[in-house]
């Protein structure tokens, strides 16, 4: 229970089933969990300890303030650090035991030049670009620059990756994807250079490109329980909750408006719950008149503009509710799922639970 009376609650037991989950898919591959953007908006640390009891070998951020966070905090497991670093930072990384990604000859230069001038060699991982266009070496314009990055002394190469563009909607497009890698990596293997991790499969890829498991694999939003459209039977459930509480109720006259604008008008005697819950934790304006909450098992609809504070429900048709009863915005039931909002507002799930602003408190469940 959480004071402000609308908190996340995180279930530990679905995040440890969801690895499980996993594992029975991806056998003795090493799993890296993605846990940037403070977990999905689950919570990074909580998560990450979570994950790595459930068997998880390593986890995920995309910036370096994510992974100190999460060495400051005391997750001891390896911790990647996704996105390009600064030279100025290679350091800190040193420091904190982080894993670097390397997107380009320039940056395995910097890596190289800082353990061979004293910092000593850093883990890093090698970025390829086979078609997400977005970061890493060209898997076919840059192969030359591939090969003289992975032969610079002073830099423990221990992985190399790329990233799906359409994994969760386009097959041939991965396929593609995943035969430039597999060139590519039996290229390097015959020069001497493949470094042992080869990793490509983020959570779509794991249930519907078994070929692209590789080492390893890095899972983030079916660690969180949703699994890629048109798999049924991937086992996952989703992990986070949102509940509310409510705390005021009053009875409104047909022909009354509710909230900013009027967006919303009485057409019978309505009795009004008020939760205290709004765009300022994050829950979108534009989920306004859209969507039902559930109270004491009933299905209720929001009315009126949704303000940054609170947001107002329709409990007439709940038998008796009180001051102080639960509010489930999202839950267990698919009814209740965060996928509904999402296609409410066109668009991911991702984005969704991301948004969950830092106002509502994380209880680990
Ligand atoms: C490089 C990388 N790998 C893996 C993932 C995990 O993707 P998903 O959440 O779809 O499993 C992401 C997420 O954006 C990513 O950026």
Known sequence: MSASGSWVEVDRGALTRNIGAIRSRVGNRQILVLVKADGYGHGAVETA???????????????LHEGAHLRRSGIEGPVHVLEPFHPDDLAEYARLGLVATVCDLEAARSLSGHGTSGGGPLRAHLKVDTGMARLGFHHERDRERIHSAL???????EGIFTHFSRSDDDPVATELQIRRFSDLLADLHRAGLRPPIAHAANSAA????????FEMVRPGIAVYG?????????????????RSTVRHLSWKEPGEPVSYGAAWVATRRTRLAVLPLGYGDGFWRGHSNRFEVMINGVFCPQVGRICMDLMMIDVTDVPEVELGDAAWIIGSRPELSAQRLAQNLDTIVYEVLCDLGRRLERVFV
Do not use: M
């Not at 300890?49 to 910036?63: E, I, Y």
């Not at 794991?206 to 498991?213: G, L, V």
């Open 49 to 63: 300890r979570t994950v790595f009891a459930a068997g998880a070998d390593r986890v995920g951020v995309a910036r």
């Open 151 to 157: 032969s610079l002394g002073g830099v423990e190469w």
């Open 206 to 213: 794991i249930f519907r490109h078994p070929e692209a498991h």
């Open 226 to 242: 949703y699994p890629p459209d048109g798999v049924d039977d991937a086992g996952l459930e989703p992990v986070l909750r949102l």
